[in-house]
């Protein structure tokens, strides 16, 4: 990697809270640069695998997470300063408030000088977002600032009144930075279900919905920026000190990996770690009953296992073929979803009860709260892997967890590692390129 600077607009976009619309205005914003001919790419703060399916369809480019802790300050530098080299915007989706986690999305803004564009919910308020869009600017003496963009406005006067309260806050209306508003429309809604929003590859009008936030957008001072408006956010970003080169402990093994609507939860970020490995990388699809393809290891990742019961205990083909790999000893990964898929049954929040494939001895039983949040770290005998845990399930098993991960907050509760035959499985997800020789491993690679 050359040690020449890149430098490219950057904006981070905020808000106080979740649920204010900030993957609604990035990727309705990433969709009107695009539509322009301008080369976007678009990141998301925090560990999430929904959100990023939104900004990839509305970018046309994958999606990374960065997180301080998560992804760790080199790997996040290498990141921006690739993104910088190859783009000519840069946007980054906040997680939950500005200022919330450890580390927040304003440490992240701090560190690399990053404007700030907050997003505030003015629904249901028309001062107080002054307020709120002032206290955000100054709580954090010498944070980078673009500006606040008022969304679900309910009329023009609406939003003309909002705009009067952002200009009475003490420093006024051009230091606060007036960016706009959007209006409360149904088909700029993003729908929802438990654990975020609904996949974008399941909603046939999925882009249609990003252009019709992108044409309000358009409407806004936000979106009638030019390129010289764009250049006063550029950020400069150094060139990273060089990795360590990965080793090649997959070379010449392959890994088949899970991939549809049950089995959605992959970070673009492991599937390269994997490939940095020397593995080659295959799909399937058990919703489809598809056979297992000839592979060395399988990774079954998170997602919406408990929404597809019916098709994946119909999945018989593909449970043969897996039970078939699980007996001549070849390593499966299942985290989370995949987990569960595993297990003998699953008991929906309905009470309605599904046989699942049967391979890791337990019973699953969904809740309508969440049963657990949160960072974690695993040590494994080869290194630690970091991740986090996000589930509105709990598991009943005889098996005793041959490890626990150990949660990043103290408050935090650490999640079980099973080990039953080749097969390692937990509600944890990893981050593979936090330690990509324990990710080798987990693949059943000899490590010294």
């Known amino acids: 990697m050359p040690n020449v600077p890149a430098r490219c607009p950057t904006l981070l976009i905020a808000a106080p809270a979740s649920g204010q619309g900030k993957t609604t205005v990035t990727a309705g914003l990433a969709r009107l640069l695009v539509r322009r001919g301008w080369r976007v790419r678009v990141f998301k703060c925090g560990p999430d695998f929904l959100d990023p399916q939104w900004l990839a369809l509305a970018s046309g480019q994958p999606v990374d997470n960065l997180d301080l802790w998560l992804n760790g300050e080199q790997d996040v530098a290498a990141r921006l300063y690739a993104a910088a080299a190859a783009n000519d915007v840069i946007l980054i989706e906040g997680v939950m408030g500005l200022f919330d986690g450890e580390p927040s999305a304003a440490d992240l803004a701090m560190r690399w000088r ?49 705009q009067g309260a952002v200009a009475s806050a003490p420093d006024g209306a051009q230091a606060a930075g007036w960016l706009g508003a959007l209006p409360r429309q149904e088909a700029f809604a993003l729908p929802e279900r438990h654990l975020g929003l609904t996949a974008a590859a399941e909603l046939p009008d999925a882009l249609a919905r990003l252009d019709a936030v992108a044409d309000a957008l358009a409407q806004t001072p936000l979106g009638q920026r030019d390129a010289a408006d764009w250049a006063a956010w550029c950020v400069t970003l150094g060139a990273p000190p060089a990795a360590e080169p990965v080793p090649p402990l997959l070379r010449g093994r392959t890994v088949a990996v899970a991939r549809d609507a049950a089995f959605g939860f992959l970070y673009p970020a492991n599937l390269q770690t994997l490939a940095d490995l020397g593995a080659e990388v295959v799909f399937f699809s058990p919703l489809a009953n598809e056979a297992l393809p000839p592979c060395d290891a399988v990774w079954l990742p998170g997602g919406y296992p408990e929404l597809h019961a019916p098709a994946l205990a119909a999945a018989t083909h593909t449970r043969a073929t897996l039970a078939a790999h699980v007996r001549a000893g070849r390593p499966v990964w299942a985290e989370c979803g995949g987990m569960l898929a595993l297990c003998d049954d699953i008991t929906l929040t309905d009470g309605t009860q599904w046989p699942l ?53 103290g408050f935090g509760r650490a999640e079980a590692v099973f080990r ?16 990509p020789t324990a990710t080798a491993w987990l693949f059943g690679a000899e490590v010294e």
């Open 114 to 162: 990053i404007p700030v564009l907050a997003v505030v919910d003015a629904g249901a308020m028309v001062g107080t977002v002054g307020a709120l869009a002032y206290g955000l600017r100054h709580y954090r003496p010498g944070l980078p600032w673009a500006g606040v963009l008022a969304n679900r406005v309910a009329s023009d006067g609406h939003a003309v009144m909002v």
């Open 357 to 409: 494939w049967g391979l890791l001895p337990g019973r699953v039983r969904m809740q309508p709260q969440l049963a657990a949040l949160g960072a974690q770290s695993w040590a494994t005998p080869h290194g630690v892997l970091r991740g986090h845990t996000f589930h509105y399930s709990t598991l009943q098993t005889a098996l005793a967890p041959a490890a626990h991960t150990r949660p990043a907050r």
């Open 420 to 435: 039953h035959g080749s097969i390692h499985a937990s509600y944890f997800h990893a981050w593979f390129a936090s330690s």
